[in-house]
T-cell receptor
Framework: KAGVTQTPRYLIKTRGQQVTLSCSPISGHRSVSWYQQTPGQGLQFLFEYFSETQRNKGNFPGRFSGRQFSNSRSEMNVSTLELGDSALYLC?????????????FGDGTRLSIL | KQEVTQIPAALSVPEGENLVLNCSFTDSAIYNLQWFRQDPGKGLTSLLLIQSSQREQTSGRLNASLDKSSGRSTLYIAASQPGDSATYLCAVPGSGGSYIPTFGRGTSLIVHP
């Protein structure tokens, strides 16, 4: 059974650009969550999608957005990139409501902003 | 606001030792608590999920306990091996009907031969 797949694995952008990250959940999983991990702030929750609807949102500016498609695949977009957006972005999937199900993580996309 | 603290931040031990990693949280109204391990440059691997109604969960050499009233969980690793070297994180979902998980900063573990 394939795990959570995130693409691309590495990405280098410059300030002001925008970026789109992709996440394919485990087959049969309907919930997808996104996290940002940095040495300074640790792991922080961005948002969660379930059945194409955003269920929860963390404390991030509106430059961070996401969506989920009917096949449960999800994308995350960051516009007007800033140096502080450099981080490991992790995606996790769970079978249903992630509040009571184990989450399964991908290996992340490492985003570097120059 | 939920806060999660993990102690110690780092640990270096010889192979074969039994280990205890600690996780504490400020809001005891949690649905569950999950322990993860993270290898360098990788995502998180789920180790154990303890429901709020449970006291402990076991998987192989790992045992996790949960004491909601005191806001604490411990991860016990028996007979540690070099392959256990990783960062261990605990996470709790939000309270009040909204799931926004809070993660601890992790315990970085090195088990040397």
């Amino acid at each position: 059974k394939a795990g959570v797949t995130q693409t691309p694995r590495y990405l280098i952008k410059t300030r002001g650009q925008q970026v789109t990250l992709s996440c394919s959940p485990i087959s049969g999983h309907r919930s997808v969550s996104w996290y940002q991990q940095t040495p300074g702030q640790g792991l922080q929750f961005l948002f969660e999608y379930f059945s194409e609807t955003q269920r929860n949102k963390g404390n991030f500016p509106g430059r961070f957005s996401g969506r989920q498609f009917s096949n449960s695949r999800s994308e995350m977009n960051v516009s007007t990139l800033e140096l502080g957006d450099s981080a490991l972005y992790l995606c996790a999937s769970s079978r249903t409501d992630s509040s009571n199900q184990p989450q399964h993580f991908g290996d992340g996309t490492r985003l570097s902003i120059l | 606001k939920q806060e999660v603290t993990q102690i110690p931040a780092a640990l270096s031990v010889p192979e074969g030792e039994n280990l205890v990693l600690n996780c504490s949280f400020t809001d005891s109204a949690i649905y569950n608590l999950q322990w993860f391990r993270q290898d360098p440059g990788k995502g998180l691997t789920s180790l154990l999920l303890i429901q709020s109604s449970q006291r402990e969960q076991t998987s192989g050499r790992l045992n996790a306990s949960l004491d909601k009233s005191s806001g604490r969980s411990t991860l016990y690793i028996a007979a540690s091996q070099p392959g256990d070297s990783a960062t261990y994180l605990c996470a709790v979902p939000g309270s009040g009907g909204s799931y926004i998980p809070t993660f601890g900063r992790g315990t970085s573990l090195i088990v040397h031969p």
